[in-house]
Nanobody, 124 residues
Framework: QVQLIESGGGLVQPGGSLRLTCLAS????????MGWFRQAPGKEREFVAG????????FSAGSLKGRFTISRDNAKNTVYLQMSSLKPEDTAVYYC?????????????????WGHGTQVIVSS
């Protein structure tokens, strides 16, 4: 079973950027789609972005398009989330997850393996 470890979170000012990294080990990383989710305080976890197994197809949720970009490097067993123009409402714990499908899904039902998350705080 793959293990996922996120990193790159932290405190950033509004308008700033961060790149989150998720390193996978112990499983078949390149055979499945990957996704990023987030959970803000007092809210349910929500889908942020997804990428298919090859990396050629990506999707960012709704209002995050143009600000958040997902990518992957299968040679490094790593998936990234580049976040720009960050807003206070982007404050959340960000999780990466591995789907059991080749194409990305927005429903977390399709994701079997999860990291422990990395905290992002957007504040001045």
């Amino acid at each position: 079973q793959v293990q996922l470890i996120e990193s790159g979170g932290g405190l950033v000012q509004p308008g700033g950027s961060l790149r989150l990294t998720c390193l996978a080990s112990g499983g078949s990383f390149s055979r499945y789609a990957m996704g990023w989710f987030r959970q803000a305080p007092g809210k349910e976890r929500e889908f942020v972005a997804g990428i298919n197994l090859s990396g050629r197809s990506t999707f960012s949720a709704g209002s995050l398009k143009g600000r958040f970009t997902i990518s992957r490097d299968n040679a490094k067993n790593t998936v990234y989330l580049q976040m720009s123009s960050l807003k206070p409402e982007d404050t959340a714990v960000y999780y990466c997850a591995q789907a059991r499908t080749e194409e990305y899904e927005s429903n977390e039902y399709y994701y079997d393996n999860w990291g422990h998350g990395t905290q992002v705080i957007v504040s001045s």
